[in-house]
């Protein structure tokens, strides 16, 4: 009487191993797509949470001076940037630290006409803000050129300023 030997035979352990290793493969094709999606939420949350930050900003900006910070907003137009966690928001200008991170862009206008508009001596001033990313990154110590405004992601919302 012969002794059956249990165990796998060599093709259906190469079977196995080809199975595993296409499962493997798939999961690391899909990996660039899921950080990339990862970081794009995570963009979009800080995005999302800098509404009370740039109120601030403006407040501290606009002082008690409403009417002046109303005409100087609306010929100008105002323009912040914020670093990638959401901190630091500031003015967006020449003399900026060239070793600080620009990726948030912040673009302040005040609406021109309709019933949102500034009239002299109102007591709100409602400003259209508009933040896009990514705008200027530092990578490797150096702050790499402002990317296209089509390349980049945004949101709209509506402010209003009181003194």
Same mark, same amino acid.
């Given at each position: 009487?012969r002794?059956?030997?249990?165990?796998f035979?060599?093709i =259906?352990?190469?079977i #196995?191993? +080809?199975i595993? #290793?296409?499962g493997v493969?798939?999961? %690391?094709?899909?990996l !660039?797509?899921?950080?990339? *999606?990862? =970081?794009n939420?995570?963009?979009?949350?800080?995005?999302?949470?800098? !509404?009370?930050?740039?109120? #601030?900003?403006?407040?501290? =900006?606009?002082?008690? +001076?409403?009417g /002046?910070?109303? *005409?100087?907003? +609306?010929? *100008?137009?105002l323009?912040l940037? &914020? =670093?990638?966690?959401?901190s630091n928001?500031?003015?967006r200008? %020449?003399?900026?630290? !060239? @070793?600080?991170s620009? $990726?948030? @862009?912040?673009?302040?206008?005040t609406?021109?006409?309709?019933e949102?508009? $500034?009239v002299?001596?109102?007591? &709100?001033?409602a400003?259209?803000?508009t933040v896009?990313? /990514? $705008?200027r990154?530092?990578?490797?110590g150096?702050?790499? /050129?402002?990317?296209a405004a089509?390349?980049?992601?945004?949101?709209?919302?509506?402010?209003?300023? *009181? /003194?």
């Amino acid at each position: 009487m012969r002794c059956r030997r249990k165990g796998f035979s060599l093709i =259906e352990v190469v079977i #196995a191993i +080809a199975i595993v #290793a296409g499962g493997v493969v798939v999961v %690391l094709a899909l990996l !660039p797509t899921m950080v990339r *999606n990862s =970081e794009n939420a995570a963009d979009m949350q800080t995005a999302l949470r800098l !509404p009370d930050a740039v109120q #601030a900003e403006l407040a501290q =900006e606009m002082g008690s +001076a409403l009417g /002046p910070f109303a *005409n100087s907003v +609306a010929v *100008n137009g105002l323009e912040l940037v &914020v =670093e990638q966690d959401g901190s630091n928001v500031r003015r967006r200008d %020449l003399t900026d630290n !060239p @070793l600080r991170s620009r $990726y948030f @862009l912040i673009e302040v206008h005040t609406f021109a006409t309709g019933e949102f508009a $500034y009239v002299s001596g109102d007591a &709100v001033l409602a400003l259209q803000i508009t933040v896009s990313w /990514p $705008y200027r990154v530092l990578a490797a110590g150096t702050l790499l /050129p402002a990317g296209a405004a089509t390349d980049r992601q945004s949101i709209t919302f509506n402010l209003a300023l *009181n /003194p």
